[in-house]
């Protein structure tokens, strides 16, 4: 059975910085390709960075240059630094299996990120 367990997220000002960290376990991690996603209050969820197996990445429009994804395969877990938050930002963030690559994991209870002055 797989499961994922997201941390890091809090309350941060603008212009801050976070670091969150999901661990998958139930799983042979390093052959997947891995994403964060988050969900603003009424809006969808919303894919924002993805990892292959190797180290290579990708990023939505609205992160890119802002957040960094990265993967530890022997701790099978994926990281997600995010400087320079903005109000914006504000969410609750998961990390998945990609969803255009394989099926989707249970969802883990995410990690709540919230932005404010």
């Known amino acids: 059975q797989v499961q994922l367990v997201e941390s890091g997220g809090g309350l941060v000002h603008p212009g801050g910085s976070l670091t969150l960290s999901c661990v998958a376990s139930g799983v042979m991690f390093k052959f997947f390709i891995m994403a964060w996603y988050r969900q603003a209050p009424g809006q969808e969820r919303e894919s924002i960075a993805v990892?292959?197996?190797?180290?290579?990445?990708n990023y939505a429009d609205s992160v890119k240059g802002r957040f960094t994804i990265s993967r530890d395969n022997a701790k099978s877990t994926v990281y997600l630094q995010m400087n320079s938050l903005k109000p914006e930002d504000t969410a609750v963030y998961y990390c998945?299996?990609?969803?255009?690559?394989?099926?989707?994991?249970?969802w883990g209870q995410g990690t709540q990120v919230t932005v404010s002055s």
């Open positions: 998945n299996v990609d969803h255009l690559h394989h099926n989707p994991w249970p």
């Open positions: 990892i292959s197996s190797g180290g290579n990445t």
